[in-house]
């Protein structure tokens, strides 16, 4: 397995930007597809941003869409979560989550590295 560390939350007024990291270790990222979830208190975790491990598409949920980006680069072993635009309902905790493959993937059980999570707060 890889191990993840995520980084770079924080608290943010409603309209602001944030950029997420993923750092990984033990193995080398290019290996991995690569997907953002996030989760609120009390409510399920929730697919935000997904990446096959060429880095060469991505796919969002509706509700990111053209606010977030995701990006990876594979010489620092890191995903990012770029976060514009930023609204009271995308606070939650981030989570990246890594699995070997060749496409993407937006399911909770289809992973089995997870990063310790980062808060994200957003203020109105």
């Known amino acids: 397995q890889v191990q993840l560390v995520e980084s770079g939350g924080g608290l943010v007024q409603a309209g602001g930007s944030l950029r997420l990291s993923c750092a990984a270790s033990?193995?080398?990222?290019?290996?991995?597809?690569m997907t953002w979830f996030r989760q609120a208190p009390g409510k399920e975790r929730e697919f935000v941003a997904a990446m096959p491990r060429t880095g060469d598409y991505t796919f969002y949920a509706e509700s990111v869409k053209g606010r977030f980006t995701t990006s990876r680069d594979n010489a620092k072993n890191t995903v990012y979560l770029q976060m514009n635009s930023l609204k009271p309902e995308d606070t939650d905790v981030y989570y990246c989550?890594?699995?070997?493959?060749?496409?993407?993937?937006?399911?909770?059980?289809?992973?089995?590295?997870w990063g310790q999570g980062t808060q994200v707060t957003v203020s109105s």
């Open positions: 033990g193995r080398t990222l290019s290996a991995y597809a």
């Open positions: 989550a890594a699995r070997p493959g060749n496409y993407f993937y937006t399911a909770e059980p289809d992973f089995d590295s």
